[in-house]
C-alpha cells in the first residue's frame, strides 16, 4: 500500500502563493505519474496537474497554467504545487494522487489513480 499525505495548506489573500507537499510511504513511488485534484465547495473533484515517473513531462488544467507548478523528489518521496497568484476561485480541498499503472502516460481522469491523499484546504479570501 502507498500512503499520500497532504500539507502546506491554508489561508492566504488574493494574488499570494502557496506550497502544497504531498508525501509519500509504504511503496516506491519513483516510477509512477503523480497528479493533484481538487474539489471546490458544491463542486466535483477535478483534475490540477499531473507529473510522469521522472519530472521530465507535466500537465495542467487550463485555469492553472502558468500560476501553478508540479515538480517531484524521488530521493524525498515527495511531490509539490507551488501555486502562485492565486484566486478566489482555486479555494478547494486538494488531493494528492498516484497513478500505479502508469509511469509515462498522464491522465486527467480521477479513475485511473488508485491512490489518494486525505486532502488539505487551501482557502484564497481577504
Known amino acids: 500500500q502507498l500512503q499520500l499525505v497532504e500539507s502546506g495548506g491554508g489561508l492566504v489573500q488574493p494574488g499570494g502563493s502557496l506550497r502544497l507537499s504531498c508525501a509519500a510511504s509504504?511503496?516506491?513511488?519513483?516510477?509512477?505519474?503523480m497528479a493533484w485534484f481538487r474539489q471546490a465547495p458544491g463542486r466535483g473533484l477535478g483534475f490540477v496537474a499531473a507529473?510522469?515517473?521522472?519530472?521530465?513531462?507535466?500537465y495542467y488544467t487550463d485555469s492553472v497554467k502558468d500560476r501553478f507548478t508540479i515538480s517531484r523528489d524521488n530521493a524525498k518521496n515527495t511531490i509539490y504545487l507551488q501555486m502562485n497568484s492565486l484566486k478566489p476561485e482555486d479555494t478547494a480541498v486538494y488531493y494528492c494522487?498516484?497513478?500505479?499503472?502508469?509511469?509515462?502516460?498522464?491522465?486527467?481522469?480521477?479513475?485511473?489513480?488508485?491512490?489518494w491523499g486525505q486532502g488539505t484546504q487551501v482557502t484564497v479570501s481577504s
Open positions: 494522487a498516484a497513478d500505479s499503472h502508469r509511469t509515462t502516460y498522464i491522465s486527467k481522469s480521477i479513475l485511473d489513480y488508485d491512490y
Open positions: 509504504g511503496r516506491t513511488f519513483s516510477s509512477y505519474v
Open positions: 507529473i510522469n515517473w521522472s519530472g521530465g513531462r507535466t
